[in-house]
């Protein structure tokens, strides 16, 4: 029992370090997929963290070429056709409770995102006061093709991306660079990987969790980067055209559309992409995002546990096992989806989504109580 209590710590490492804490999400063979265990973990430490004096900041990062990839995914569909559907809804309710957390975090998070930023992983950054994007950070959404649809309150925080970007990038899972992150505010700084080591050490010496002094200090080793030529950032005009229809069938149609006037195969590939997706998933981000846009994070994360919920009983579609299996476990690459056609999937499927999960032992998010902190501006804002 110690050593598998120690196994699991060891997937979670800590260091103090004068007024910081770095915390190290450490399974890079994995590229740092979060396990039910390691969840449990990071909430332990924030929790810890929050109540200690002597803590003034967080820094969180990855070990090895990611910062996260997300859930741990395949190990949750394995444990659930071992068990209970209900398994998957437990790992999402824990999730879920870290990224408010996180959110309402009354001392500054410095995420590092030096690498891979997907899914989960955007979740337990994103959130947080500071992200720190590099030459090196690849960050997507890419959980449509899986079956599932961009959750951790990513309707919250893609809805809040210059104009329909939030929309773009969450229907196709499409990949931004640690540039296009700082220019649509996914990230607050861009630091060389190089300077790193150095910033890490800077961090650990301030006294303070003021932001202001936290974000003077990350700027003396910033830099501004150039955006590719090829960048989607350069784009937006095209996305908000497109990306801004009411359906995701006019999304596609705007797309053809573009298509004709102009030769440019991206669009084509972006609409190859949104084809090949899960069209349950489409339709159920697109709504979600929408709502995004007007709720808070926590109003996101409780309607989101409800459509993940649903996601895991399995009952109004069998798209995410039929994801993992194509992607994860089989990798044939070449998923079922059932229904198969965006046409075949009315509002009234897509409101079940958004619905009370009728289940004797199911019940709505229930969210830490926050009231007993001194929160940060930037963390009401949320609320």
């Known amino acids: 029992m110690a050593s598998s209590v120690s196994s699991q710590q060891d997937k979670v490492l800590v260091e103090a370090n004068s007024f910081a804490r770095i915390i190290t999400l450490n399974r890079p063979k994995q590229l740092n997929a979060i396990s039910f265990q390691m969840i449990s973990r990071l909430l332990e430490l924030f929790l810890a963290y929050e109540e200690d004096p002597n803590v003034k900041l967080i820094i969180l990062k990855g070990k090895g070429r990611a910062f996260s990839v997300g859930g741990d995914v395949a190990t949750l569909v394995r444990d659930m056709r071992a068990d209970d559907w209900r398994v998957g809804a437990n790992f999402f309710s824990q999730v879920f409770k870290l990224i408010y957390l996180i959110a309402t975090y009354s001392k500054p998070q410095v995420s590092i995102l030096d690498g891979i930023v997907m899914g989960g992983g955007a979740g337990i950054s994103v959130h947080g006061r500071f992200r720190v994007a590099t030459e090196n950070t690849s960050f997507a959404m890419p959980e449509a093709a899986l079956g599932l649809f961009p959750d951790v309150a990513a309707s919250y925080f893609l809805s809040r991306l210059p104009g329909f970007l939030g929309e773009y990038v969450g229907l196709t899972g499409s990949r931004l660079d640690g540039a296009e992150m700082l220019a649509c505010g996914l990230a607050t700084h861009f630091v060389p990987s190089a ?17 202001v002094i936290i974000s003077s200090i990350i700027d003396q080793y910033s830099k501004q980067p150039s955006l590719k030529e090829l960048s989607v950032y350069n784009r937006l005009d ?7 229809q009411r359906t995701v069938e006019e999304i596609i149609s705007a797309l053809e559309r573009e298509d004709v006037h102009q030769s440019d195969g991206w669009i084509s590939a972006t609409i190859q992409t949104l084809k090949k997706s899960s069209p349950t998933s489409l339709k159920i981000f697109l709504r979600s995002i929408r709502e995004g846009r007007l709720q808070g994070v926590g109003q996101c994360l409780v309607r989101e546990y409800r459509m993940v919920s649903h996601v895991m009983q399995g009952e109004l579609s069998k798209d995410f096992f039929e994801g993992c299996r194509a992607t994860l476990l089989d990798k044939d690459k070449n998923p079922n989806w059932e229904p198969s056609k965006l046409e075949l999937i009315d509002d009234a499927r897509v409101d079940c989504y958004f619905c009370k999960v009728k289940h004797e032992e199911w019940e709505d998010l229930k969210l830490p109580n926050r009231s007993q902190f001194e929160l940060p501006p930037y963390a009401i804002a949320k609320l």
């Open 238 to 244: 095209v996305i908000d055209r497109c990306f801004s």
């Open 195 to 211: 300077k790193l080591p150095l910033l890490e050490a800077a961090l650990c010496d301030v006294d303070s969790s003021d932001p």
